[in-house]
């Protein structure tokens, strides 16, 4: 996977932080974004790399394609046992507590 640290490459300090993932040539790649709700895209999927948990957020309207890539490049950094799924509008509230959000999002 291209464009990312594998989770010892991230210090606890640089925690959480969230990948934006693309395609290219064929392959993920991963573009840090800033942790933040407003950085989430319904057309995209993001991972966001928490100390206690690893997450996939699917956008809405994220082609099948993406959510594949997401899901590969994360289990590049971490085990599949303790990669969280999970679709917009249904995020869970450890979720949002990483990304500082307090409330849900609309």
Excluded at 31 to 47: A, D, H, M, N, W
Excluded at 67 to 89: D, K, M, N, T, Y
Aim: glycine fraction near 6%.
């Amino acid at each position: 996977v291209s464009g990312l640290l594998d989770a010892d490459g991230l210090s606890n300090a640089a925690l959480p932080a969230m990948f934006a993932v693309s395609i290219v040539a064929g392959r993920p790649y991963c573009t840090q974004v800033q942790k933040s709700c407003s950085s989430l895209r319904s057309s995209e999927c993001f991972i966001l790399v928490a100390r206690v948990a690893l997450y996939v957020w699917y956008g809405q309207f994220a082609a099948a394609e993406s959510r594949v890539a997401a899901l590969q490049a994360a289990q590049q950094i971490h085990r599949p046992s303790g990669i969280v799924e999970c679709e917009s509008g249904d995020e869970p509230s450890d979720f949002m507590a990483a990304l500082d959000h307090p409330l849900r999002l609309p």
